[in-house]
């Protein structure tokens, strides 16, 4: 945890000191969440699912203390708070995203799900690998069978 919080207020600081990297920061991170959840269909999943929960939250979450609060510290406490519980929640809404998918399409979400998980690995990685190339697994080298 302690390493987690270095490395979030050094983004941090880099990001204030060199605004232009904080794209290619955000990119990182998100490859390293994606690869951290195995880097195919359901890490991809769990990356969309937990960003359109998380923006707009930590958003409204920002509007509402901000507009609500008397002192500033105040402000960052209450809304480091929130994030913070909003954020457990939204891991956990992402981590489930599949079965979101199960319960929103009944049994054609099955399907879809099936479908969606054999496109990507043989149609779709290819090019994502071509675009993300942090993802491309290392080739497995088989032993030649010995005569």
């Keep these: 945890m302690k390493k987690h919080l270095k490395q979030t207020f050094a983004n941090i600081d880099q990001g204030v000191r060199e605004?232009?990297?904080?794209?290619?920061?955000?990119r990182a991170n998100l490859v390293t969440l994606w690869l951290s959840r195995g880097?195919?269909?359901?890490?991809?999943?769990y990356v969309l699912t937990f960003l359109a929960r998380e923006v707009p939250d930590a958003i409204a979450n920002f509007t509402?203390?901000?507009?609500?609060?008397?002192?500033?510290a105040g402000a960052i406490f209450e809304w480091l708070v929130r994030f913070g519980s909003d954020t457990l929640m939204n891991m956990l809404w992402a981590f489930l995203w599949?079965?979101?998918l199960i319960e929103w399409l009944g049994g054609w979400g099955i399907a879809m799900l099936l479908a969606a998980?054999?496109?990507?690995?043989?149609?779709?990685?290819?090019?994502?690998e071509s675009v993300v190339p942090e993802l491309k697994r290392p080739s497995?080298?088989?032993p030649a069978d010995p005569l």
Aim: hydrophobic letters at 50%; proline letters at 7%.
């Design 19 to 26: 605004p232009r990297t904080i794209g290619a920061m955000i």
């Design 39 to 45: 880097g195919g269909l359901y890490g991809l999943g």
């Design 64 to 72: 509402e203390v901000v507009s609500g609060s008397a002192s500033v």
């Design 98 to 100: 599949p079965v979101q």
């Design 117 to 128: 998980f054999f496109a990507f690995e043989k149609l779709l990685r290819p090019m994502v």
């Design 140 to 142: 497995v080298v088989t």
